[in-house]
């Protein structure tokens, strides 16, 4: 059992910049990925960016590649910086953690976050 919490939503201004924290509770050495995800309102939830526990290795998305990078801190503690912020990255922001090994990067995530809001203006 894993339970991500995350934190560092907020309002900020197009160009601006955010950092996302996320920090698991639980099984922490049972978790194979980290990744986040969000969801824009009326929109599916799609993946942002993962990252492997124990490598490091890491993934992202096309539409954040450049702007958006995700670390881990501790084994425990994940970010997500987000750069260059653009209205478009306007959703909310879950953490999830993944304790299955799957060949698709943004499938079997079972633990998730409560979310946190991220907005941007133009």
């Known amino acids: 059992q894993v339970q991500p919490v995350e934190s560092g939503g907020g309002s900020v201004q197009a160009g601006g910049s955010l950092r996302l924290s996320c920090v698991a509770s639980g099984l922490i050495y049972s978790i194979d990925r980290y990744g986040w995800f969000r969801q824009a309102p009326g929109k599916e939830r799609e993946g942002v960016a993962g990252?492997?526990?124990?490598?490091?290795?890491t993934y992202y998305a096309d539409s954040v590649k450049g702007r958006f990078t995700i670390s881990r801190h501790n084994v425990n503690t994940v970010y997500l910086e987000m750069n260059s912020l653009k209205p478009e990255d306007t959703a909310m922001y879950y953490c999830a953690a993944a304790d299955r090994i799957s060949s698709q990067q943004w499938a079997g995530f079972d633990y998730w976050g409560q979310g946190t809001q991220v907005t941007v203006s133009s």
């Open positions: 990252l492997y526990r124990g490598s490091g290795v």
